[in-house]
């Protein structure tokens, strides 16, 4: 390319120019994507894995945990423990109740 002048080239040229070089990333971008990709899985395979394996996460996230806490005043309100507490367990603690009082 380092022969082109483009301040010589007419529009027509320059047009054509541009839809070929468009055409041209477009292909880059599809060879390179397939190459990561082969890259990528000889990787996984180094380590035992197949890259759809890789690619489901954490094999124990989707899980879930057992309750140990239940609302006396309605037993469907559960909570495990776990993560952000229910309101029912603010109201039962602001009651007066213990963490204790509430478990399963």
Known sequence: MSGTNLEKMSRKELFELRDQVEKALIDAEKRER???LEAAEKAAA???FSLSELAKGNPT???TTKAKYKNPAD???TWSGRGRKPQWIHDALKSG???SDLEI
């Open 46 to 48: 180094e380590f035992g």
């Open 34 to 36: 397939k190459e990561a």
């Open 97 to 99: 109740a213990n963490i």
């Open 75 to 77: 037993p469907n309100q």
């Open 61 to 63: 996230s989707g899980k």
